[in-house]
């Protein structure tokens, strides 16, 4: 699909507010709301929109601990990547996990209740679990920017 510069205002508005009516978006973007609406639909068909989600305050509902983890695994297990990503989707504790370069296979971004429960995560789930080598923890001190917005004028110039 060739975006437009209409189509990544309207990409620009919903990442700022998911919630914005069609009514308000169209007005925001300078189109009627049936041309707008058409649009927003052509965008989620595509899959350029894949969902849309409430941003939760995890220290508001209790998950103080968050971390990044670093996971290195024994290449002479067999089938350590299956396992270990068949584990991961079992662990409410990991939000975010990634297949990195460098020396870890693995990062994974943890929330926790707290240091203990954080302990008994890695110790119970991550330690246990066929083929881990080692585990290098980064606990978060204080966040300094956290988003998923993608910026629209970071979008390459094939999709301009």
Known sequence: MQL?????KILQQLQSDGRISNQELADKVFLSPSSCLRRVRMLE???????????VDAEKVGLE?????????RRDVE????????ALQQWPEVIGSYIITGDANYLLR??????KHYSSFVLESLYKTPGVLDI???IVLQTLKDTRQIATELMTDQQR
């Open 4 to 8: 437009d510069p209409v189509d990544f």
């Open 45 to 55: 068909e595509a899959g350029i929109i894949h969902h849309y989600c409430a941003v």
């Open 65 to 73: 601990v968050d971390a990044f983890v670093q996971v290195t695994m």
């Open 79 to 86: 089938q350590w990547h299956e396992n270990f990503s068949q």
């Open 110 to 115: 943890v929330r926790a209740r707290n240091l």
């Open 136 to 138: 290098r923890s980064n």
